[in-house]
């Protein structure tokens, strides 16, 4: 079930792609302000009119669910000025009113409806010219994708055959009990390496994560994204260190009621999975030795969010401990990365040639696309 | 002032956003302001109560120059570039007092606060038996005052102070600042660039809707502004029957009754907006820190034995900070996102934006 792949595992990245503002102007140019991001879940959006910010890399967008239901995306910014058309999330009867100077645009579909005192200071504008900048949105497993172009690769293209090697999670059925924000002096890159390390599971959790049997841990790449699994130790249905709470996940098939998934669709939304959650956290650049984890948990609608997140940050927290610690040793001068491990670390080789495809072509590749 | 009235006169030029996104994102650009436009007009850079006793020295920062503001022994405000003319250690790095002479701390030469003399080398005779006092005396910058605040321009050639204000000094309106004293002082940051927040000073149309409820109470469409050479002057008056939040501070004595109901607002070029009420008289400069930061530093002046009481400080921050800060920072934000661009300006009350962006062209080209 792992990738085959002869050639040796290697760290591709030097070290500036982990501090240097260029390099991080470059993933944005190249990759950000062309890819899919997780924006939002589709709980947030529950009533026709509702609607969240967001950002796509270093696109703030506004997310809304129209008055027909369907949710949409546009560029969060006001044609006029540049001021953020929505600060917060909130709900709107119709039009989304600029705070700066007043100028209102229709929810459905973002056109300029009114422009006050238009006769007097604004005559010339053709009001159809300056409607919000569309974005295009993506839902899968009541999660809310966003590509900041509205002609974007189609949201089908970019998931591939994924969302068929997740086993039987339907994370859709499940409802968003809890959302945290957790920030971290590391550049992003390194936490997605993190995830995607078969190895520091024996090491870094060798106690949040002992109940689980690292030897039959299996995983593979489909493109740039990643699946895996991993069952309890011994396969009986025991009461696992990280399923604290109390509502197992109904519609689970026995293989993962007795084990763990940890996924990735590239290049940065990372996912989590246990008999009892589903998670989806984010990592997204600040700086470059700075970045933001959103952390969204879905669970039966009666289970304990309280519980669920402590689980789900039992390891993350290991995680943003390592990846700091790393990323302080990568300012001194005579740091260098030492020899990968041959298969357990082969999905950080994977993840730096699909990144530095998309930096060289300045575009993502087609899923299943593995450079040579 | 020649170069100004080139600039086109309202009603015949066209509102528009003249300046490039890079300049309120790119290193190079800022570098460029600091010296070329900040290195060359007149910075406020305090107050002459920041250095009350002869002898009291202020290091600031103007452009890329660091000054050293001292009050001599004969009470007159001067500045020398803050380095010392041995091996260029800055003289203070804070505020202080000096007394006659200012001492540099590296290797103790002492220069004159009134004229910038060196007047002392220790060890002079065995270390540095050739060197002529004379020739190497602190470097002078031109600084001069205007209503309790303490300009400086370090352009050699630069025109007085009194040049550059112009006719500003009587289109205040009806205030003497030096009757009033500085009863606050407050510092605010802002995550923009400074230009952003000077854009957003001068656009009248921002009144009647960020500004709904804090300023509702005026009547903008009485609304009147003019410039005065790089500056800018305006003011507007409470709509008939309406009222303000007064708070507790006291009505400043010396103006006239009509002015009680008039909000004044006015820009001295390029990064001081002033403004007045009838009870305070403030400046609120926004320095600038970094192509996307700046820090907002607030001076309010009251009647003496005033205080800024709870509610007025609130009231005032709500404005400049909760409401006009919070949207630039946003469009700060949104800069960056390699989507957006302005879009159109209203004619006339956008019209500010486009004569401040052509003063700041001038200066940069
Ligand atoms: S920036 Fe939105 S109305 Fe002016
Ligand atoms: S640098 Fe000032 S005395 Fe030497
Ligand atoms: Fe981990
Ligand atoms: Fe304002």
Redesign the interface.
């Known amino acids: 079930m792992d990738l085959r792949n002869d050639s040796p595992t290697r760290f591709l990245l030097p070290a500036e792609a982990y501090r240097d503002p260029a390099w991080l102007e470059r993933e944005q140019r190249a990759l950000f302000d062309h890819t899919w991001h997780l924006v939002a879940a589709v709980d947030e959006l529950t009533e026709p009119g509702s609607y969240v910010e967001a950002a796509a890399g270093r696109s703030p967008l506004i997310v809304v669910r129209g008055s027909d239901g369907v949710i949409r995306a546009f560029h969060n910014f006001c044609r006029h000025r540049g001021m953020a058309v929505v600060c917060a999330a909130g709900r709107t009867s119709s039009t989304l009113r600029c705070p700066y100077h007043g100028w209102e645009y229709g929810a459905d579909d973002g056109a300029l409806v009114r422009v006050p005192q238009r006769a007097g200071q604004f005559a010339d504008v053709e009001t159809e010219r300056w409607g919000l900048v569309p974005a295009s949105v993506g839902i899968w497993g009541g999660l809310v994708f966003a590509h900041p172009d509205d002609d974007a690769e189609p949201f089908d293209a970019f998931l591939g055959e994924w969302p068929q090697h997740i086993g039987s999670f339907r994370p859709e059925r499940l409802t968003q009990l809890a959302r945290v924000r957790i920030e971290g002096s590391f550049n992003w890159k390194l936490f997605v390496e993190n995830h995607i390390d078969v190895l520091h599971l024996w090491y870094l959790h060798d106690r949040t994560l002992a109940d689980f049997d690292h030897p039959r841990f299996q995983h593979r790449n489909l493109g740039g994204h990643w699946v895996s699994y991993e069952p309890l130790k011994g396969g009986e249905v025991a009461e696992a260190a990280i399923t604290r709470g109390t509502t197992p996940i109904a519609h689970l098939a026995e293989r993962d009621r007795t084990g763990i998934g940890a996924h990735m669709l590239f290049p940065n939304v990372l996912m989590a999975s246990s008999s009892e959650f589903w998670i989806s956290y984010a990592v997204s650049p600040l700086t470059p030795d700075r970045s933001v984890i959103d952390l969204r948990v879905r669970a039966e609608p009666g289970a304990d969010a309280a519980e669920l997140v402590a689980a789900a940050r039992s390891f993350i927290d290991e995680d943003v401990f390592a990846c700091e610690q790393v990323q302080a040793v990568l300012a001194a001068p005579r740091f260098e990365v030492g020899p990968l491990a041959a298969e357990h670390e082969r999905p950080i080789t994977t993840f730096h040639q699909h990144l530095l495809a998309v930096l060289e072509a300045g575009t993502v590749p087609e899923a299943g696309a593995v450079p040579a | 002032m020649t170069a100004v009235d080139t600039v086109g006169q309202a009603g015949s030029e066209r509102a528009t956003?003249l300046l490039p996104k890079h300049a309120y994102l790119d290193a190079g650009w800022y570098a460029r302001e600091q010296r070329e436009l900040f290195g060359k007009v007149w910075n406020l850079v305090a107050a002459e109560i920041d250095l009350p006793e002869p002898g009291d020295v202020l290091p600031v920062q103007v452009g890329c120059h660091p000054v050293l503001l001292v009050r001599g022994t004969d009470g007159v405000i001067r500045g020398y570039l803050n380095m010392c003319r041995h091996r260029g250690m800055a003289l203070a790095c804070e505020a202080g007092h000096a007394g006659a002479n200012v001492r540099c701390p590296y290797h103790g030469w002492e220069f004159a606060a009134d004229d910038g003399s060196l007047v002392r080398i220790p060890q002079r005779s065995g270390q540095f038996a050739d060197t002529d006092p004379n020739a190497w005396a602190l470097l002078p910058v031109a600084v001069q005052s205007w209503a309790g605040l303490v300009f400086c321009n370090p352009d050699p050639d630069a025109a007085p102070l009194e040049e550059f204000l112009g006719e500003l000094p009587q289109r205040i309106g009806p205030f003497d600042p030096l009757r009033l004293t500085q009863v606050a002082r407050l510092r605010v940051p802002l995550r923009c660039n400074w230009k952003l927040y000077i854009e957003n000073h001068i656009d009248v149309?921002?009144l009647?809707?960020?500004h709904a409820d804090s300023l509702g109470m005026f009547d903008h469409a009485g609304f009147a502004h003019d410039w005065v050479g790089p500056h800018w002057v305006s003011d507007e008056v409470l709509r008939p029957g309406a009222d303000r939040p007064r708070g507790a501070m006291l009505p400043i004595a010396h103006i006239p009754d009509e002015e009680r109901d008039v909000l004044r607002a006015n820009l001295i070029f390029p990064n001081v907006p002033t403004s007045s009420s009838e009870t305070m008289w403030i400046t609120y400069q926004v320095v600038p820190t970094g192509p996307e930061t700046s820090e907002l530093d607030i001076r309010v002046l009251g009647e003496p034995g005033s205080q800024l009481d709870a509610e007025s400080e609130a009231t005032l921050l709500a404005v400049l900070r909760d409401e006009d800060g919070?949207?630039v920072e946003?469009?700060q934000?949104?800069?960056?996102?390699?989507?957006?661009a302005?879009?159109?300006?209203?004619?006339?009350?956008?019209l500010p934006i486009t004569r401040f962006h052509r003063l700041l062209l001038e200066r940069l080209a």
């Open positions: 956003f149309l921002h009647w809707y960020l919070f949207a946003q469009i934000r949104v800069l960056r996102s390699p989507k957006f302005v879009g159109p300006l209203a004619s006339a009350h956008e």
